[in-house]
């Protein structure tokens, strides 16, 4: 992870309204997401050591299980701090997940075991016992993600610790990844369950095996395993070219779901701007293929996200049409009251964030046909061209992003209790905390947002290396 020298620090403007909000709220999510990890968590005694609860409240039943897409990405908010050199302290915990995961990935439970499609299970209980409780399986994104934030702990571990780190990397890390990547490699083409456990064939998840294919193909090179860097590669690019099919040109949005085994909703949703910023590599350029938050495909999706649902809630009646609104997953939710969530809000901001992130290193903003709706509802006098770093129009066009942004943070300010505690949602009419208490996630939507906000990025997980192959072919099929 790297710190944008370019912005100011945030000491600097400690009055603001947005840096006030960061002081206050970051050490309580950070402390949130301790309190939902087992067995030392004060909300996880019962959970085993590196086991994240989903929520540590206990008015929802159903969500004190361990699910391993939101632990994977949990762990690799906390991963990024750590291989930042920013807090030490959180080795050990992590050291405790890997193990974690490495006990639940053998696990045979109702998907299948190792060999029969058990690596796309949803969940655990929290002692790591099989959970049995209704859900979508399988869910294809969740290897892909545990993949993945082994990597970068991995790449984490190699340029910090030495032999010793190199030795656990080869001895417990490699044969994680090993396994849950041969099974992305050959599932990445069959559909599944998406994020929200409803649709098949989900923006996201391949977004999610795009990136763990990488990801694991460059430490395949590392560690000299040619034909899993080979093999990988390959399915990575074939994959990335079928990704293409999601960005609907006569819309100009991405359609999140598509060839569904059954009706589904083949609707904008925000698993979209999660696929963004999921996607984020600081030292990518502004790149349709790999939908980069600032390219124009990227920021007019947002866009169309956003204004699919400004008539949703009655708590953004009194938000004007260019203003950042309080969001849920997607227009018509019907899920506990389809209520705004604080991930779904905060993921508008932290898109932003990465965007003038990438616009700053890059050197320019590129406006274009397509995405000149998107900087004329926050900026009307913008216009299509390329803007370079010294000109007034990039400076006025970043400023109005990151006060967009900052617009979105804000909201979630504004429905924070005072104790800082964050729930899954908040009450569409009234703004109170709603649906599960002290939701994981939620808290480390935070810390990721306030991250980019304040400058940290993580490292590069190359996609600019990536290509899109002149024709596309389907992977391989599963044994």
Request: hydrophobic share 35%; net charge negative; aromatic share 12%.
């Amino acid at each position: 992870m790297r710190i944008l020298s370019f912005l100011p620090p945030l000491s600097l403007f400690s009055s603001s309204p947005i840096n006030q909000f960061i002081e206050a709220q970051y050490p309580i999510a950070k402390q949130g997401i301790f309190d939902n990890i087992g067995s030392q968590g004060a909300y996880a005694k019962e959970a085993s050591p590196g086991v994240v609860v989903s929520a540590g409240g206990t008015t929802r039943p159903e969500y004190r299980i361990t699910w391993i897409r939101d632990s994977s990405l949990i762990f690799k908010t906390l991963v990024d701090i750590w291989a930042a050199g920013r807090d030490d302290s959180l080795l050990p915990g992590i050291f405790d997940w890997v193990a974690s995961q490495n006990r639940l990935q053998k696990t045979p439970n109702l998907t299948g075991n190792l060999t029969t499609g058990g690596l796309g299970e949803c969940g655990f209980n929290l002692d790591e016992s099989v959970y049995t409780g209704p859900a979508g399986r399988p869910q294809h994104d969740n290897a892909a993600l545990r993949a993945s934030t082994m990597l970068d702990f991995a790449n984490g571990l190699l340029a910090r610790k030495g032999a010793k780190g190199y030795d656990y990397v080869v001895n417990t890390i490699w044969p994680i990844v090993k396994l849950d990547l041969d099974y992305v490699a050959y599932h990445w083409n069959v559909t599944g369950f998406n994020l929200w456990e409803e649709a098949r064939s989900c923006h996201f998840t391949l977004a999610a095996q795009i990136r763990g294919l990488k990801q694991g193909a460059t430490l395949a090179r590392t560690l000299g395993q040619d034909s899993s860097h080979e093999f990988w590669t390959t399915q990575a690019e074939n994959a990335l070219c079928f990704f293409q099919d999601f960005w609907n040109p006569e819309q100009s949005v991405i359609i999140s779901n598509l060839n569904c085994d059954w009706e589904c909703r083949n609707t904008v949703d925000i698993g979209s701007v999660f696929t963004a910023i999921r996607n984020f590599d600081p030292e990518a350029e502004c790149d349709n293929a790999t939908f980069q938050p600032c390219s124009e495909q990227a920021l007019r999706n947002l866009k169309e996200v956003v204004d699919s649902m400004r008539g949703s809630y009655t708590i953004n009646n009194h938000r004007s049409n260019t203003s950042a609104i309080a969001i849920g997953r997607f227009e018509n939710d019907t899920y506990v009251g389809g209520n705004p969530w604080y991930i779904a809000t905060f993921a508008a901001a932290e898109q932003l964030y990465d965007a003038v992130y990438q616009w700053n290193r890059i050197g320019k903003i590129t406006v274009t046909s397509l995405s000149l709706p998107f900087f004329q509802q926050i900026q009307p006098a913008a216009r299509t061209g390329t803007f370079k770093r010294d000109q007034e129009t990039f400076k006025k066009l970043v400023s109005s992003v990151l006060r967009y942004a900052d617009e979105f943070s804000l909201i979630n300010k504004e429905y924070i209790p005072a104790d800082g505690s964050m729930s899954e949602q908040f009450d569409r009419e009234t703004g109170e905390p709603a649906s599960a208490f002290r939701l994981s996630a939620s808290y480390a939507s935070a810390i990721a947002a306030f991250d980019r906000r304040r400058g940290y990025v993580p490292a590069s997980w190359g996609a600019a290396e990536m290509s899109i192959p002149r024709k596309c072919k389907s992977g391989p099929s599963p044994t």
